[in-house]
């Protein structure tokens, strides 16, 4: 295979844009086309004759060998995204980071350096809903598939762009990630419904004007009335207007009132597509946009059936992709709305982000708008539902059949509770995990080594070479959990309040497929994967206070094949490399590492 590097143009048109805030231009709907001089279109599409119907994406990829590089230094830095200025953990010094787009088929390269200090932090990429079939140690989670890179290293990740649609990159080492290591990734491929524009991502995101590290030390802690931290804000493309009167007494932060909100500039009758993204912390979303349908045509990396709402509910690391038709007006302006929800759902002080759609302005010096918030919209803040749209409704456009009889159904309990030193914990069937960052498990399990269960804290469920696994969680507590499986677009077989009736599967023909579902307050999620990807999968809580106080366990498949991965020597290179800086500095892990 002959690889082409190309350098993406998008970040030299980032660049320009190097402040606390990103602004992501419309992407071309012929990008990938036109920016590929080289390598003949098959079928005038880099992804041949692969067409959304024709294909199951899930196996049948196309390898373009084009390859999308990308140079990323994560540092922290002083940012004010909403006008409170804080160290925010940026990379290349933008906030939200830069936009990753390829092609279906093509290869991603993205050389990370860690260039975090004050203080120093090991720090790694997860690069989200990438299968990494072909890249099982790539999935950039230290202490399952990496050693973490060390302070002033750098990893180079490289993996196949195997779905399509839209997603995210966010570092997995501790909460980084809520304190700002994040960015949008956008595979263009074959569309199943047309569209005219389209509008990029939109990242919708809450946020904490605390450092990150106070946080999950609250979060881990022994005091009860501070383990659900409440964010002071939420942002629409990592903007926000945060009224600086509310800042606490003595809180001496610089602080700028009317910081700014995001415009998004809609032409009218014509269909635009946005990609949303709930890439923050702990809140889910409720996001809508005044006076327009939304018509939802993909949830995480899978095209859906197309229907119309007025609202959608993100929790956190989904995304889901819309069509807007422009209306027939020429000039006017909009609110764009997202507010985190209360109660089963999130703990927020000032839960509501807007941003502007309008229409045919030559500037953005625009009057605020004075449109009213969809009825449905105003419903869904005021008494939330914390669930997702009904499976019923959400209807995979490929359809794939799950094993009606799977070998093996695994349960799962969440529970919350204290621990032998009485910190606050979140645990699976009783076990709240902690990662040993120097000894990943996919590196042990390539040398045959799958007995780490004497330490419970693994919490590795090993399901050797079953070809399908089901799996029914249980949670009856109190909120919500965005459940995240790695490595898969995972059945989503049932969901709901109360209990599983054990046999009960929506659409079984054709169930809907996430890499991110809700898990209802007092209620059950029936999962279900197919074993076709040998490695070791993060199953998780998406909330980052959760993850941190144990809510994981990883998924091992077929350690038998996990054995014959040729896993490159670079994985142990960069364990030695964390190695070396462990036996010099001790790493306070105060979570459990995810
Ligand atoms: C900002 O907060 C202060 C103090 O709570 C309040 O009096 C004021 O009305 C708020 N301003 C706006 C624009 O909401
Ligand atoms: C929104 O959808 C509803 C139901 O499909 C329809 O009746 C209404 O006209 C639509 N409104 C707009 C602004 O497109
Ligand atoms: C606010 O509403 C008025 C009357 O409905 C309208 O004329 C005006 O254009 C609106 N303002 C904006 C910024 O859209
Ligand atoms: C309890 O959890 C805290 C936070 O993860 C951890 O630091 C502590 O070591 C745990 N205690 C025991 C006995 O495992
Ligand atoms: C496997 O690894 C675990 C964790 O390091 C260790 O405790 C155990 O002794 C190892 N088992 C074997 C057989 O090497
Ligand atoms: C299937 O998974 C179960 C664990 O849930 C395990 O006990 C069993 O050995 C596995 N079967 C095979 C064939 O690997
Ligand atoms: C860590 O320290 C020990 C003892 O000093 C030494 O033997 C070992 O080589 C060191 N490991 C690395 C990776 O530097
Ligand atoms: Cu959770």
Redesign the pocket.
């Known amino acids: 295979m002959r690889l082409i590097n190309i350098n993406v143009f998008a970040n030299a048109f980032l660049a320009a844009f190097a402040t606390a805030q990103t602004d992501y231009p419309d992407l071309p709907n012929n990008f990938l086309v036109t920016s590929n001089p080289v390598t003949p279109l098959p079928n005038g599409f880099p992804w041949g004759t692969k067409t959304a119907s024709n294909t199951n994406q899930l196996t049948d990829p196309p390898n373009t060998g084009v390859i999308r590089s990308y140079d990323f230094t994560v540092k922290r830095e002083k940012k004010s995204p909403d006008g409170y200025s804080k160290d925010v953990l940026i990379i290349n010094g933008q906030f939200p980071g830069p936009l990753i787009e390829a092609n279906w088929g093509d290869t991603i390269q993205v050389t990370v350096h860690n260039a975090i200090t004050g203080p120093e932090e090991g720090t790694a990429l997860h690069w989200h809903g990438i299968l990494q079939k072909t890249s099982q140690w790539m999935d950039g989670v230290p202490g399952v598939q990496q050693c973490p890179i060390p302070p002033g290293g750098s990893f180079t990740y490289t993996f196949l762009a195997d779905l399509y649609g839209t997603s995210w990159y966010h570092s997995h080492y501790s909460a980084q990630y809520a304190g700002g290591a994040i960015g949008p990734m956008i595979i263009h491929g074959p569309t199943h419904v047309s569209y005219d524009i389209d509008k990029g991502p939109i990242i919708l995101s809450d946020w904490f004007h605390r450092d990150y590290l106070s946080i999950v030390a609250d979060v881990v802690g022994t005091d009860v009335t501070k383990v659900g931290p409440t964010s002071d804000s939420n942002l629409i493309q990592g903007r926000n207007n945060f009224n600086c009167s509310t800042v606490a007494a003595g809180d001496t932060t610089s602080c700028k009132s009317n910081a700014g909100i995001t415009n998004f500039r809609f032409s009218p009758n014509k269909v635009h597509r946005l990609r949303l993204i709930n890439a923050g912390a702990e809140g889910v979303q409720k996001f809508s946009i005044d006076g327009h349908n939304l018509t939802v045509i993909a949830n995480d990396f899978v095209p859906i059936q197309p229907y119309t709402t007025q609202v959608v509910t993100l929790g956190i690391g989904q995304r889901t992709d819309v069509l807007v038709t422009g209306l027939p007006v020429t000039t006017g302006s909009y609110t764009m709305r997202s507010s985190i929800a209360g109660f089963p759902c999130s703990f927020s002080s000032a839960p509501d982000a807007t941003a502007i759609v309008y229409y045919n302005h030559d500037s953005v010096a625009l009057g605020t708008p004075n449109t009213t918030a969809w009825p449905a919209w105003t419903s869904s803040v005021t008494t939330p539902i914390c669930a997702n749209d009904p499976l019923s409704q959400t209807v995979p456009y490929f359809p794939i059949t799950p094993d009606p009889a799977p ?2 159904t ?1 349960q799962i309990d969440i529970e919350f509770g204290q621990n032998e030193t009485e910190h606050w914990v979140w645990t699976m069937n009783g076990v709240s995990f902690r990662a040993n960052y120097n000894q990943p498990i996919l590196l042990l399990s390539k040398t045959g080594n799958n007995s780490y269960p004497a330490d419970p804290q693994w919490n590795v ?6 070809s399908s ?1 089901r799996i029914h969680i249980t949670n009856p507590g109190f909120l919500a959990h965005p459940i995240h499986l790695h490595g898969h677009n995972m059945f989503v077989l049932a969901e709901g309040t109360g209990s599983w009736d054990g046999s009960t599967v929506v659409n079984p023909s054709n169930p809907q497929r996430r890499d991110v579902q809700l898990v209802q307050a007092g209620g059950y999620l029936v999962l279900q994967l197919t074993a076709d990807n040998p490695g070791v999968w993060p199953l998780h809580c998406h909330i980052a206070w959760h993850v941190s106080a144990g809510l994981y366990v990883s998924v091992v498949e077929r350690p038998d094949d996990i054995a014959n991965l040729q896993i490159p020597a670079i994985m142990a290179q960069t364990c030695r490399d964390w190695a070396a800086f462990t036996n010099v500095t001790v790493v306070d892990q105060i979570d459990s590492g995810l």
Do not use: E, L, M
């Open positions: 070998p093996v695994q469920y090993n399901f050797g070479s079953n696994v």
